[in-house]
């Protein structure tokens, strides 16, 4: 049978990336990889989760550590991240939260809730992977979020064609891809823009936690409480995750935002799964109550050092004409080579010649430039690992040159 005459039109821009296939030959142990976004394993809590999953399955709570639960979420979790977003600016009560099985479920969800076939999406030139796979099954348009240019909100508008813009979405700290964080003036300058344009902000703020150095910018969720009184006159919805602070193997993410809003999200939840795993929430409440600040702390202090140990290879062996962000938290630094240099060549060579593993930036960007950049991550990666792999990297780029 040939199926693909009776799959749905959703499935066309459903298509498996050439990068995350090449990606997955990386198992071999002579490669050097800076491509996985991950946590490094080695520092996930796993003793209080052994503890904490034995407790919920203890004889008081094991009926509702095993059985259906709410599709809001686990009420325990939800008060602990309230409290959370009350230490982030952003006072709201349980009702504005909703569980999602990651954030990776909530950027679906809200694809679900407000893209019709047509409408456009903002998003940033590059962007993470993962919003684009999401927001692609419901048949967007995209157009360049840019707040650092003075775009009128009528030309985003005119741009929009026959459909409508629907949300501007952002990875707001030390993006993925890019390691960036969007300054106080942006953040402000985007809820400027969709109040004009009368459209939902997504904040994605997967990797809040991990700053490890400079002040810390509160979320734009916070900016505009700050100025609408309440975060049920707000229209900016964030995206929370455990996936990078305790662990992403149990799928345990948030949505916060306004009532009217998580409402709906909760029955396009129990359409879809019913709820996220009771235990695994039930895990990951009793984990955050217990360590979640002493846990960052160290997690923080390991990623900081692996950073400094990237930051100072990239500025002994990288040729001129190689620039780089220096983020102050998360994951990734991207680096940016001249112009005609083609990154995914390089990386199908560099698998063959030099055995490092990075991913090129162009799959970040949802019309496919951006050919001459890549993506490094350092938070799997230990000091010898780093200076071996960006030596190898300067001079397989130095040679392209
Ligand atoms: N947003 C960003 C920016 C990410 O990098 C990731 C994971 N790589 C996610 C969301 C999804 O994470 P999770 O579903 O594990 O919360």
């Not at 550590?65 to 600016?89: H, T």
């Not at 910018?217 to 700050?226: G, W």
Request: net charge negative; charged share 25%; hydrophobic share 40%.
């Amino acid at each position: 049978m040939d199926w693909h005459q009776i799959f749905a039109t959703r499935n066309d821009r459903m298509k498996a990336s050439e990068i995350r296939e090449l990606l997955k030959l990386l198992d071999q142990p002579d490669i050097i990889s800076f491509a996985g976004g991950i946590p490094d394993p080695n520092l996930f809590p796993a003793e209080a989760f052994k503890e904490a999953f034995s407790d919920a399955l203890g004889p008081e709570t094991q009926a509702t550590a095993l059985q259906y639960s709410v599709s809001e979420g686990y009420a325990p979790l939800r008060d602990w991240i309230v409290g959370e977003m009350a230490r982030l600016g952003i006072p709201c009560s349980r009702d504005n939260i909703l569980i999602t099985s990651g954030s990776q479920q909530a950027l679906d969800y809200l694809g679900k809730l407000l893209l019709s076939p047509g409408d456009t999406a903002l998003v940033g030139w590059p962007t993470y992977l993962g919003a684009l796979g999401a927001f692609n099954a419901y048949e967007p348009r995209y157009d360049r979020l840019d707040p650092e240019t003075n775009r009128s909100a009528e030309d985003y508008a005119e741009a929009a064609g026959e459909g409508r813009v629907k949300f501007a979405y952002m990875s707001v700290d030390f993006a993925n891809p890019t390691g960036r964080t969007l300054d106080a003036a942006m953040r402000e300058r985007v809820i400027d823009l969709a109040d004009a344009l009368d459209i939902a902000v997504i904040e994605d703020a997967a990797y809040q936690s991990l700053r490890y150095e400079g002040e810390a910018l509160s979320p734009v969720l916070a900016r505009e409480i700050e100025r609408k009184g309440d975060i049920n006159a707000c229209r900016t919805l964030y995206c929370g995750s455990f996936s990078k602070t305790l662990a992403p193997g149990l799928r345990v993410g948030w949505v916060c935002g306004a009532q009217d809003v998580i409402n709906q999200m909760v029955l396009l939840k129990q359409a879809a799964d019913l709820h996220s795993s009771t235990i695994n929430q039930m895990a990951i409440a009793t984990v955050a109550t217990a360590q979640f600040d002493s846990h960052v702390s160290k997690i923080k202090a390991a990623y900081l050092e692996r950073r400094d140990w990237m930051l100072q290879a990239l500025e002994t062996h990288m040729p001129a004409g190689v620039t780089w962000t220096r983020p102050e938290g998360g994951m990734f630094v991207w680096l940016e080579l001249p112009k005609g240099i083609d990154c995914a060549a390089l990386l199908a060579q560099s698998l063959k010649t030099e055995r490092v593993a990075f991913v090129p930036g162009h799959a970040f960007f949802a019309d496919g430039s951006g050919t001459n950049t890549m993506r490094l991550s350092f938070s799997n990666a230990n000091e010898d690992g780093i200076e071996e792999g960006i030596k190898r990297l300067g001079r397989l780029i130095s040679a392209a040159f």
